[in-house]
């Protein structure tokens, strides 16, 4: 770490507002919530590259944007590639004396669909070569912007419109790939996974990616009331939900130390996170069965991590 | 002093970005283009050239990369060629939309199926509009020369475009040539430093790569186009001062003995060198012909042109590259586009050949000046005949 | 904001395009109403409220401000009325209501 930072508490936490007021997200949008929080984490000494996606396309309509940092969007699939550019170039100038020494906080953001899928041979090369930047992923679970199509961070049993519930399909039918793992197991410095129902958790753990050295990874898990058919004031507690019943646990991994920052002595069942969400309605019994063994193995696998690899 | 040294074209390439003293070279490997980055490569772990090589995973990677790194003001460089090339198709119109100046050098390479690692003007032809500055090389010195003046055009503050070079893959990036190197005193004399006006900045915060919608995107395209266009004032400028520092003046058209001549031959390219045999050859024979050397691909040199075919008679135009089910060579059907409204212009003829790394030899070009007058008298509704074809091709619009 | 209006495309000829279409004019989204949006709007109960900021901190529209004496006041401009706010607060200070009830 570069320096030993404040943890984030509600005093703590700047009014100041880097993605403008009067993006055009959704009403109730989590994934929003989660970028708001993360850039007060990170705060004005940054360069944002961000992929296509909802993030991109609700703040940056020419001629209007919502960004008052400094902000590249080139495309869909190649947020990694392109700031790592941009970290390589900072370095160089910085070395061959051509820019002052500045602690600049290299950024990607990007969706589920510019990570998991179209993304990830940029991102696996920009990890591999250790360039010092933090990747966002927003995982809201499906290609949102261009009309809920299905990516591979799409959870099983979930409708989407390219996998669809009907008369001879459950939806998905592949489990949820799991990008903090792929990201851990090219030994980068920090993973974490976060979500904006938990604000401070999720803002600590943007800073600390953010003054990592070396590759950090942040894993966001964003609900969108629009894509996952819950009413719009939902989202915080869709976020928790999805933490309480283990669908997705909260922990870091710091240079292949596991720590699980949200524990219950037992988790909610799943079915308490599925009931509310209009893409699982058609799933009968014996699919939230499939659903809940497959979490709580996951979860036993995750405990005996971080049991193995304690921080 | 200038020195004068054996230099394969990839390596002259290379110790032009050398001497440019580039910032980021984001590359990935492929045939015919390996000796570039690898040259590159051992620059910068011998600490020849103070640049931060990125071994990328991929062409498209390699295009990104330069496009962040180029946004922060730093001097990029890549180079690939063939499928390379396709592959970071995608990122090539960003560049060029976003007037971010990357230089690339292009080792041009025939593009699947089948595979073929050898060359021809297929990818140079599948980039046509993406929008870069473009021009071809006919040998190491000029792979040399015009790479170092990529940098200075590319850059300059009223073109900000990124600029393709182009070298035939292995006719001429695995030749070596002799090569007149200048004194670094003299390119750091041509060539400024790389200021980007609207770098990447905390301090100076922008939006970069805002998406279109309907009611913007045809303005900030034809902007982009007049803007391609206006850059050929500094195009043209920026050959004069190399000609005034270097002593070696380039044009978008290069005309080779066409004084008089009633038939021209245009090429792009190191096959202009052998060709220029076959000219050379003819008129010691009496005939009336002549050639143009295309230098300046993108922005096309219409006035040039129109110019140097005043009077022709017929112009014969080589091909490098098949566009299936079009009307002619790619290149051949821009000419005859460009001559298309003028009152007196020559007859055009399409030829096509050296697909995949067939060779081309004097004899074949002088085949092509003899069949290309033929074809032009019998005035024949061919679209376009092949040379060096094995098989008789009766009609290539496969009729009887 | 300099700016009376929210720009859109129709506003610029080819001529006001910057070089390669850069937005320099930082945030200027701050522009766009978008409390047209919503058909329900929060009513913040100060009785209720003890000054958590919550509703600050989890609205996804920062349509809600931090005021000088510590408690918080929506902000109508942007507000979507998702209902985050009344559905975050400990204290349920916050009740939505419909827009055309006023």
Known sequence: MKEKFIKFGKNLVTTEEFVAEGHSFCSGCGEVLALRLACKALGRNVIIANATGCIEVCTSPLPVTSWRVPWMHTLFENVAATTSGIEAGLKILTRKGRMPERDITCVAIAGDGGTSDIGIQALSGAFERNHDFLYLCFDNEAYMNTGIQRSSSTPYGASTTTVPAGKFSIGQTTWKKNMAEIAIAHNIPYVATACPSYPFDLMNKVKKGGEVTGPAYVHIFSPCPTGWRHASDLAIEIGRLAVETGIFPLYEVENGRYKLNVDRPKLRPVEEYLKPQGRFRHLLDGEIEKIQDHVNNEYAKLKAKVACFAA | MSKRVGLEASHAAAEAARMADVDIIAAYPITPQTHIPERLAEMVADGELNAAYMPVESEHSAMSACLGAAAVGARTFTATGGPGLEYMHNVLYVASSMRLPVIMTVANRALSAPLSIWGDHSDAMGSRDTGWIQVFCQNSQEAFDMTLWAFRVGEDSRVLFPVMVHLDGFHLTHVTEPVILPEQEEVDRFLPRFHYPFALDPDKPMTHGAFGPPDIYFEAKIAQEIALRKSKAVIIQGFDEFGDIFGRYYHPIEPYKTEGAKTLLLTMGSFSETAKIAIDIKRNEGESVGLINLRLWRPFPLEELRQVVKNVEILIVFDRCISFGGPGGPVSSEIRAALYNQKERPRVVSIIGSLGGRDMSVKDFEYIIDRGREVAKKDSQELYETVGIRGEVTDIRGLK | ?102
């Open chain 3, 1 to 102: 904001m300099r700016e009376k209006r929210l720009k859109t495309g129709s506003d610029f000829t080819w001529r006001d395009i910057k070089v390669g279409n850069i937005v320099t004019e930082v945030g200027n989204a701050a522009l766009r109403r978008t409390g047209d949006w919503r058909s329900q709007r929060p009513i913040i109960d100060k009785e209720k409220c003890n000054k958590c900021g919550l509703c600050w901190l989890y609205c996804p529209d920062a349509a809600i401000k931090p005021l000088e004496d510590g408690y918080y006041e929506r902000n109508l401009f942007y507000c979507k009325g998702c209902g985050t706010c009344a559905k975050v607060c400990p204290r349920e200070a916050i009740t939505m209501i419909e827009e055309e009830e006023q």
